[in-house]
């Protein structure tokens, strides 16, 4: 069984780029979570996927969107890119609905916005 | 929204002695508290959870309480390592169907085990 995927690990754009991130999910996990964890804080909840479908959105901006692929993969897209994008960007799966279920982090991707 | 605020913001405590890591809550809705353990250039791994119905919970050196009435929740080392050292957080999560998955995280405990 193999954990929560990320890709890249790090990744440079400047500022009024557009970037995609994807995560690929624990085995036999059909939810996945996007986080945003600034430097010293606690990660942050951007929205969360489930079977496909956008199920529940934090404090976040439009240009923040993402996809879930069938096989419950997910991408995580961020358009006009800003300075304070630069973040580590974690994604989390669980399984078996969505109440109660334990999260799994992947390893996150390093964005830094220049 | 839930609002959890977690203290202290660091802990140095020396090898084989407790830490203890502490959070409140606002939301009264909120039913499941799990503690993650982040180390440096890694993301955050679970380490332990309780659910509302549930006061305390045991895991070998580790261990989490719960008081639902005071909306508070705390994490137990016990006998700290050296490899015990890195950033904890705590997190809690609504009981809604529609995002129970939800968490929402404390602001971190950077934990140092010194020798």
């Known amino acids: 069984e193999t954990g929560v995927t990320q890709s890249p690990t790090h990744l440079i754009k400047t500022r009024g780029q557009q970037v995609t991130l994807r995560c690929s999910s624990q085995s036999g996990h059909n939810t996945v979570s996007w986080y945003q964890q600034a430097l010293g804080q606690g990660p942050q909840f951007i929205f969360q996927y489930y079977r496909e479908e956008e199920n529940g959105r934090g404090n976040f901006p439009p240009r923040f969107s993402g996809l879930q692929f069938p096989n419950y993969s997910s991408e995580l897209n961020v358009n006009a890119l800003e300075l304070d994008d630069s973040a580590l960007y974690l994604c989390?799966?669980?399984?078996?609905?969505?109440?109660?279920?334990?999260?799994?982090f992947g390893p996150g991707t390093r964005l830094t916005v220049l | 929204g839930e609002n959890v605020e977690q203290h202290p913001s660091t802990l140095s405590v020396q090898e084989g002695d407790s830490a203890v890591i502490k959070c409140t809550y606002s939301?009264?809705?909120?039913?499941?508290f799990p503690w993650y353990k982040q180390e440096l250039g890694k993301g955050p791994q679970l380490i332990i959870d309780?659910?509302?119905?549930?006061g305390e919970k045991k895991d070998q050196r580790i261990a989490v309480t719960l008081n639902k009435t005071a909306k508070h929740f705390s994490l137990h080392i016990t006998e700290t390592q050296p490899e015990d050292s890195a950033v904890y957080f705590c997190a809690a999560s609504p009981g809604d169907t529609g995002t129970a998955s939800k968490l929402t995280f404390g602001t971190g405990t950077r934990l140092q085990v010194t020798l």
């Open positions: 309780i659910r509302s119905n549930v």
């Open positions: 939301d009264s809705a909120s039913n499941y």
């Open positions: 989390a799966s669980s399984g078996g609905g969505l109440a109660y279920n334990e999260q799994f």
